[in-house]
């Protein structure tokens, strides 16, 4: 007998939204309902992966161009899904990831200026039909999140951006939230720790009961 498919949840956000600390209450809903769950993270997950993050995040690299940047993320996720997402899901045991190719949608579709379509082709080559089955998005205003984000020393090169960038990364993440309403739940992420907490454990709590 094969197991049943495990399910696949990612969080997404603007910088400094909080989604590491999000994660851990994810995690602590899942827990009581995954089989097994493996926590991951994009661009990441993978040694290879690993080693793109780096190239990507560094400022070795500030002249990247967008297309190189997007076709690095998609190489990253290509091992991710290869080599852990997609086993883990037919194993059985649920996978957890902080961010996935929604993020390619807001970061490089939105931020970077190239736009949903060509992230669709993208997305459609790698993945056909796979899609997450629930995503969490933190939103906070742009100003918010980066003056938390400026809390961290050293800035890597996607945070050294200007606030018009990631006001067109949230945007294209609501755009996504608006357009299927039934995988996206979007988490107001401005308030205090408490109650974003408590609205995490509320949505995944309900997502959990309808399933
Ligand atoms: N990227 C990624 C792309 O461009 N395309 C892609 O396809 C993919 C997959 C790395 C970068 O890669 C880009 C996007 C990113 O720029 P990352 O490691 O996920 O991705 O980068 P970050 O967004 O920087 O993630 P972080 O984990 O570093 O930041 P978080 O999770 O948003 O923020 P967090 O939890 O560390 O919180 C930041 C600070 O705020 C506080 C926390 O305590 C912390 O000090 N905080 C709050 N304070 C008050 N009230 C609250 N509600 C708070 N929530 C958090």
């Known amino acids: 007998m094969t197991a049943q498919r495990g399910r696949f949840i990612t969080l997404e956000g603007v910088e400094g939204a909080g989604k590491t600390t999000a994660l851990k209450t994810v995690e602590q809903c899942l827990r009581a309902h995954a089989p097994g769950l493996r926590i991951t993270r994009e661009p990441g997950g993978t040694p290879l992966g690993e080693a793109v993050r780096e190239l990507l995040l560094s400022h070795s690299h500030e002249g990247m161009s967008a297309s190189s940047?997007?076709?690095?993320?998609?190489?990253?996720?290509?091992?991710?899904?290869?080599?852990?997402?997609?086993?883990?899901?037919?194993?059985?045991?649920?996978?957890?990831?902080?961010?996935?190719?929604?993020?390619?949608?807001?970061y490089q579709g939105g931020g970077r200026g190239l736009g949903i379509d060509r992230i669709a082709v993208l997305e459609q080559w790698l993945q056909g039909?796979?899609?997450?089955?629930?995503?969490?998005?933190?939103?906070?205003?742009?100003?918010?999140?980066?003056?938390?984000?400026?809390?961290r020393a050293d800035p890597?090169?996607?945070e050294a951006e200007k606030g018009e960038f990631f006001e067109?990364?949230?945007?294209?993440?609501?755009?996504?939230?608006?357009?299927?309403?039934?995988?996206?739940r979007i988490i107001d992420a401005s308030q205090p720790l408490d109650a974003v907490r408590d609205h995490i454990r509320e949505c995944v709590e309900q997502w959990l009961n309808r399933r």
Request: no cysteine; proline share 5%.
């Open 69 to 106: 940047e997007v076709l690095l993320m998609f190489a990253a996720r290509a091992e991710h899904l290869d080599k852990v997402i997609l086993p883990t899901l037919e194993q059985g045991d649920w996978v957890l990831s902080d961010r996935f190719t929604d993020a390619s949608y807001a």
């Open 129 to 151: 039909d796979f899609r997450p089955d629930l995503t969490l998005i933190l939103d906070v205003p742009v100003e918010q999140g980066l003056s938390r984000a400026a809390e």
């Open 156 to 158: 890597d090169r996607f």
């Open 168 to 184: 067109r990364v949230r945007a294209a993440y609501l755009g996504l939230a608006a357009q299927n309403p039934q995988r996206y």
